[in-house]
């Protein structure tokens, strides 16, 4: 099968350097039975992914679901059998699915939870900064899948993603703090990572021995789902979100 995965922002928004990094931690994915190709949103949005706040502005949310609907839409015209949009925002899934779009449109948050509620165990997410408006879509996420109860809440690193790679060892030290303040709400798993965290600076395995805890690969998890649309044949419009609509 083929999948064409996005990066949540147009060329020359992330710096050279961390652009190239993340489209060969996306195109790794592949095997080989599955093709990964990689396009970046077809406009800027206004929405950058790279430093400063994990959360967009709400003016910016709309141009890059519709961005991202228009790359989902030419993904299907071109031949693909997934359109999978990287970063934890799940950028334009819902919309592209809304639009029509006949090829699974697979997100990585949503994955990763549906992931934790085939396990049946608590989990906590962990963000860059963790603003109130963050905590709350996740929380909302969370509930429209059928795990909120699973859901403990979040934690958060406290640190821009744009110094990710010079603070690395701070980073590592963070995130088996935030694993701490995890177990103590009830958590079993970490369930949703930020992409920069993992496995952009660091495998899930690394973050794991490192934590005591087990860590979701959401970029694992969503390129599997989409495969596993791809090969049971189901179409994806009988996917219903939120659970009890």
Known sequence: MKILCMLPAAKGVYPDEAEQRRFALMRSYA???TIIDVDYMPQDSGFSPWGGSDEPEVRNVGLANKFAT????????????AFCPFGTLDIGVIEARNAGVRIPVV?????????????????????????EKGRKRIREHATSLGVGELYVGPT?????????????????????DCAREARSLGAEVMGLVAMSICPTEFSAKELSEACGMPVVDALAAQISLAEMWHRTGLPPELLRIPRNS
Do not use: H, W
């Not at 549906?114 to 396990?119: H, S």
């Not at 060892?169 to 963070?174: C, D, G, K, P, T």
């Open 107 to 131: 997100g990585q948050a949503e994955t990763s939870m549906l992931y934790c509620g085939l396990m049946g165990r608590r989990f906590a997410s962990c963000s860059y900064i963790g603003s």
């Open 156 to 176: 958060a690193i406290g640190i821009p993603n744009s110094e990710y790679p010079k603070r690395r060892s701070e980073v590592l030290e963070r995130f088996v």
């Open 70 to 81: 228009e790359l989902a839409r030419m993904a299907e015209s071109g031949g693909y059998d």
């Open 31 to 33: 095997n080989e039975s």
